[in-house]
């Protein structure tokens, strides 16, 4: 079992940043692919990036929608059992509820959607506006 909690959501202006944290529980963190997604006042849920974690390369992985693409960093501390989004030059349109998940790494499963995390935050708000 792991627990999520996400913090670091609140007003910004447009163009300003804000960074994300989000903690797990748990001593196995880096075994899970951890992702970032955002839910917008009436539109479905949506992926925002993730990040892998290989143990065996010292390595990871990162991805982005392209709406985030060049905006939003995914980082990881396997150390911490954190996993962060710096979201830098927002956007009106970045207004939502974003959620923190995470996911056992295997394969076949897509990361890209909700269904391949197990486990989730109960998310937290950004709202950005002048």
């Known amino acids: 079992q792991v627990q999520l909690v996400e913090s670091g959501g609140g007003l910004v202006q447009p163009g300003g940043s804000l960074r994300l944290s989000c903690a797990a529980s748990?001593?196995?963190?880096?075994?899970?692919?951890m992702g970032w997604f955002r839910q917008a006042p009436g539109k479905e849920r949506e992926f925002v990036a993730r990040?892998?974690?290989?143990?065996?390369?010292?390595?990871?992985?990162?991805n982005y929608a392209d709406s985030v693409k060049g905006r939003f960093t995914i980082t990881r501390d396997n150390a911490k059992n954190t996993v962060y989004l710096q979201m830098n030059s927002l956007k009106t349109e970045d207004t939502a509820v974003y959620y923190c998940?995470?996911?056992?790494?295997?394969?076949?499963?897509?990361?890209?959607?909700?269904?391949?995390?197990?486990?989730w935050g109960q998310g937290t708000q950004v709202t950005v506006s002048s």
């Open positions: 990040i892998t974690w290989s143990a065996t390369w010292s390595s990871r992985v990162t």
């Open positions: 748990g001593r196995t963190f880096s075994r899970y692919v």
């Open positions: 998940a995470a996911g056992e790494s295997l394969s076949g499963r897509d990361y890209y959607t909700e269904l391949a995390y197990d486990y």
